[in-house]
């Protein structure tokens, strides 16, 4: 009997001792890959240096050998890696499906040469000239430069004011490093020309609003005589039609490049409409003949009988910066009397102006109403431009004593009149130097 209950507790001492023995065993905890990091001998490098990588697991093993290496997202073979580009560049490792750490390179050019520049090399007298000085590795030194006059003073900043004609040396230095010699040629005073201003009236002898242009257009002369009028009619040729107008021209042209939407319009040179009610702008018109203009213009337009002969002339102060010159010349015809249709208070404030003074009338474009080209070679400064105009007179001419001739200087990249002049039949003009 004792034996009997002996068994039982021997197996179950041996049970427990098994148990006990296992969990022992299943506690011990092994250590597992879990992570690679990757490392350089350099962060920041020149270009055209190699680079060497190594990857290490968590547990201390070597898996550079082992490891797919990547720059920028691109596999490249090995560990080693020669950069060809400036940039910031990361580098990752990847191995046994773990992906590495990030590491940044930064390469860049080492300065060994620095470079002394400005926006021009040719400027006149009394102009600033404004110095940039650039390291071979894109790097702007300018504010830790020091430049100076070949054989002179040291300038104080990156600026040096133009006081002597012909060509002026300078160099840069920074460190241990000096720029080549950069030279600029410095020219007489530029000449500067009468800055006048064109008004283009898009009108019409039905259109009741226009002689707010009109009177507008009288204020403004009484103001200043720096203003050349050109009056675009538009309007039905046919005599029975309610929008009839004698004076018609056709400027679909003109009309496309300002996208016209009605009538009254005033446009000052070409580009900016004249502000309404016009009467109460006329400042905005005599604003734009203030400072001086880069390009003047001298006309001489000649009548024998029912010929014109024309001479244009176009003289270049040598700042003149369009790249695109275009010439347009207009013939004009004033005192043209018919009955106008008024909306308006002015001229007495009647539903028509009976037998309407029109003036500055366009009867005849000698050229494309956008302008004819002007060569490049014609720039240069103080040049002389010279083109002559010779035809019989514009068949809707009424009087010739009443004729004249307005021409105009097109930056033909903005389609901006530059400046303009006008002439009687019988002027002979010389430009208008200041």
Same mark, same amino acid.
């Given at each position: 009997m004792k034996n009997y209950?002996?068994?039982?507790?021997?197996?179950?001492?041996?049970?427990?001792?098994?148990g006990s023995d296992e969990s022992i065993g299943s506690s011990t905890n092994e250590p597992v890959l879990s992570s690679v990091t990757i490392s350089s001998d350099l962060s920041s490098i020149g270009l055209g240096d190699t680079l060497v990588f190594s990857a290490f697991t968590n547990l201390g093993l070597d898996v550079t050998s082992e490891s797919v290496f990547s720059i920028a997202g691109s596999s490249i073979s090995g560990n080693t890696y020669t950069f060809q580009e400036q940039g910031n560049f990361t580098v990752k490792a990847a191995y046994s499906n773990i992906i590495s750490n990030s590491i940044v390179i930064n390469v860049s050019v080492p300065l060994t040469a620095i470079n002394l520049s400005s926006n021009s090399d040719t400027y006149y007298y009394g102009e600033e000239v404004v110095f940039n000085v650039v390291g071979n590795n894109g790097a702007n030194l300018t504010n830790q430069a020091t430049i100076s006059v070949v054989g002179g003073n040291e300038l104080e900043g990156n600026t040096y004011t133009t006081s002597?004609?012909?060509?002026?040396?300078?160099? $840069?230095?920074?460190?241990?490093?000096?720029?080549?010699? &950069?030279?600029?040629?410095? @020219?007489?005073?530029? %000449?500067?020309? !009468?800055?006048?201003?064109?008004?283009?009236?898009?009108?019409?002898?039905?259109?009741?609003?226009?002689?707010?242009?009109?009177?507008?257009?009288?204020?403004?002369?009484?103001?200043?005589?720096?203003?050349?009028?050109?009056?675009?009619?538009?309007?039905?040729?046919?005599?029975?039609?309610?929008?009839?107008?004698?004076?018609?021209?056709?400027?679909? $042209?003109?009309?496309?490049?300002?996208?016209?939407?009605? &009538?009254?319009?005033?446009? @000052?040179?070409?580009? %900016?409409?004249? !502000?309404?009610?016009?009467?109460?702008?006329?400042?905005?018109?005599?604003?734009?003949?203030?400072?001086?203009?880069d390009v003047g213009l001298a006309l001489s337009p000649t009548l024998n009988d029912n010929t014109m002969n024309i001479d244009v002339n176009v003289k270049f102060g040598g700042q003149f910066s369009a790249s695109n010159a275009k010439l347009v010349v207009y013939v004009l015809e004033d005192s043209l009397e018919f009955n106008q249709t008024n909306y308006t208070s002015y001229y007495g404030g009647g539903s028509v102006i009976p037998n309407f003074e029109h003036n500055h009338v366009?009867?005849?474009?000698?050229?494309?109403?956008?302008?004819?080209?002007?060569?490049?070679s014609e720039y240069s400064a103080d040049n002389v431009y010279q083109v002559n105009f010779n035809g019989a007179v514009p068949s809707n001419v009424a009087n010739t004593e009443n004729m004249s001739v307005v021409a105009v200087v097109i930056d033909g990249s903005s389609n901006a009149a530059v400046n303009v002049r006008g002439a009687d039949f019988g002027d002979t003009q010389t430009f208008e130097e200041l």
């Open positions: 209950l002996l068994i039982p507790f021997f197996a179950l001492f041996v049970l427990t001792s098994c002597n004609e012909g060509v002026v040396g300078f160099i $840069a230095s920074y460190e241990d490093l000096t720029s080549p010699v &950069y030279e600029i040629n410095v @020219l007489p005073t530029a %000449t500067k020309f !009468n800055q006048n201003v064109l008004i283009e009236d898009y009108t019409g002898t039905w259109c009741g609003y226009c002689p707010r242009i009109s009177y507008a257009i009288e204020l403004v002369e009484e103001q200043t005589t720096d203003a050349y009028v050109v009056a675009i009619h538009r309007g039905s040729t046919n005599p029975s039609s309610g929008s009839y107008d004698p004076y018609n021209y056709s400027a679909g $042209a003109l009309e496309n490049l300002i996208g016209l939407e009605g &009538y009254p319009t005033g446009m @000052l040179n070409r580009t %900016t409409e004249w !502000n309404s009610p016009e009467p109460s702008y006329v400042n905005q018109v005599i604003n734009l003949t203030s400072g001086q203009a366009l009867r005849a474009s000698l050229t494309n109403l956008l302008g004819d080209q002007i060569p490049a």
